[in-house]
C-alpha cells in the first residue's frame, strides 16, 4: 500500500483528503491511500519522516517551517521560500516543491484581460509568496499588503479609490473569511470594485466568502480557491509519480 498524505496542523477539514480518496476511487488508482498527518509542532515531523511513506502536501502552518527538515528544494520552491509538497526520491532523499503557484497561474489565466496588469496581493504568509512568484511569471506587477507592512510592502489603510484606479487585480492569501468565520472580510475599501477587477481568493470554503460576496455586489468578476486546489493537487500527483 502507497501512503500519501497532508502534514498540517488542525487539518481536519482537508481538501486534500476527500480529493484524492475520490480521485483513487473515480480513477481506479488500486494500493493507494491518503491520510492526514496532524501535527501540534513541526519537530513532530521526524516521526512522519520515518514511517514509509510515498510523498507528502504541506499546508498551514508549516510551508516555510518544513524546508529545514527537507534534503533539497525545486528552483521554484527555493525561489518562493515555500513547500506544499514533498517527494521522496529512490536514494531516500526528501525534496521540497510549491504547486501552488502553477494551480494559480493555470486558473487565473483565462480571466486576465489587458488591463490585469499589477495586483494587490493581500497577506503575507507562505501562499502570498507563492501567488506573488506566479504572478510575476504572468509579468505582473505585485503590490503586497500587510498589516505590519515593511519597506516594499503597503498596509491596509493605504488602499483608496487611487489604488483600486490603477489595480484591477485583487487576492486575497490571507486565512480571512475561512469557515467557520464566514461573516469576516479583509479590511478594504469595497465600494472602489468595478466590472473591471478581478477579486480572487484562496478560500475554498466557504465557496463564496465574505470578499468575494462584496467585491460582486460592485460587479467585479470573482474567482474562489476550488480550481486552484484542484489543479496544485494534480501537479502534487505528476510529481510524486514522475
Known sequence: M???GLIGKNIDYSFS???FKEKFQTENILNCEYVNFDIQNIS????????????YNVTIPY???VIPYLD???IHAKEIGAVNTIKINED???E???TDYIGFIESLKPHLKSHHTKALVLGTGGASKAIVYGLSLLNIESIIVSRNPNEQEISYDDIDENIFNEIYLIVNTTPIGTFPNISEAPNIPYSYFTEK???YDLIYNPEKTMFLKKAKKNNAFTINGLQMLILQAEAAWEIWNK
Open 96 to 98: 521540497g516543491f510549491n
Open 63 to 65: 510551508k516555510k517551517t
Open 2 to 4: 502507497k501512503t500519501f
Open 72 to 74: 533539497k528544494l525545486n
Open 17 to 19: 483528503r476527500n480529493y
Open 197 to 199: 477587477h478581478i477579486a
Open 44 to 55: 513532530e515531523i521526524h516521526s512522519i519522516f520515518t514511517q514509509y511513506n510515498s510523498g
Open 92 to 94: 531516500g532523499s526528501l
